[in-house]
């Protein structure tokens, strides 16, 4: 149980163009979605939190207009982010939590590099 | 600000020796501390929930605890198969219903045949 998935698993773009993430809670259903951002050899850092029907929460420093989130339904939430750049490649990590309120199920990741 | 502090950053291990890593954490209430496995390239695999001091729990090869200050994952015996990096996270009592984690950085895991 608790599984999450991403898609796509990875993606290559040009800069300039918007690239969407979508992630599903595929056994459960997640009232609250996290997006997380991981560079290498770092940590995850957080960019937002969403609840189902709500706007999404958004961490100091992270920009809601470049970075959208949906979060239409109890299982799929889905990130955008707008006219990427280079700095914007980086590993996308979403998780859910649902099921068991404290604890957050991660997707499996999308690697976004931009040209 | 709540923090997480992991130690060692790398560990190498030979097949069958056993270790324990550490995770320091300081937080304005805690409501749980959590111990995740991530491959390369993958998300984090969900290890261990633990709340309060004291707590202890166990799956195969990895038993985690808890004190009032750090965590310690303790691997028994470690094969190959358990190379990953470890993350620990905590969760703090900010704001109904925000569950909230802040990871630490993580300790990568290397266990020779």
């Known amino acids: 149980g608790a599984v999450v998935s991403q898609h796509p698993s990875w993606v290559i773009c040009k800069s300039g163009t918007s690239v969407k993430i979508e992630c599903r809670s595929l056994d459960f259903q997640a009232t609250t979605m996290f997006w997380y951002r991981q560079f290498p050899k770092q940590s995850l850092m957080l960019m937002a939190t969403s609840n189902e029907g709500s706007k999404a929460t958004y961490e100091q420093g992270v920009e809601k207009d470049k970075f959208l989130i949906n979060h239409a339904s109890l299982t799929l939430s889905t990130l955008t982010v707008t006219s990427a750049h280079p700095e914007d490649s980086s590993f996308y990590i979403c998780?859910?939590?649902?099921?068991?309120?404290?604890?957050?199920?991660f997707g499996p990741g999308t690697r976004l590099l931009v040209l | 600000e709540d923090q997480v502090t992991q130690s060692p950053e790398a560990l190498r291990l030979q097949e069958g020796e056993s270790s324990s890593l550490n995770c320091s954490y300081t937080?304005?209430?805690?409501?749980?501390l959590f111990w995740y496995r991530q491959d390369p390239g993958k998300g984090p695999e969900f290890l261990f929930t633990l709340y309060s001091a004291g707590e202890e729990k166990e799956k195969e090869r990895l038993k985690a605890t808890l004190t009032k200050k750090e965590s310690f994952l303790h691997i028994t015996a470690p094969k190959p198969e358990d190379s990953a990096t470890y993350l620990c996270a905590v969760q703090a009592r900010s704001g109904a219903g925000s569950y909230q984690l802040t990871f630490g950085k993580g300790t990568k895991l290397s266990v020779i045949p």
């Open positions: 998780s859910a939590s649902g099921g068991s309120p404290e604890t957050q199920y």
């Open positions: 937080v304005s209430g805690l409501r749980g």
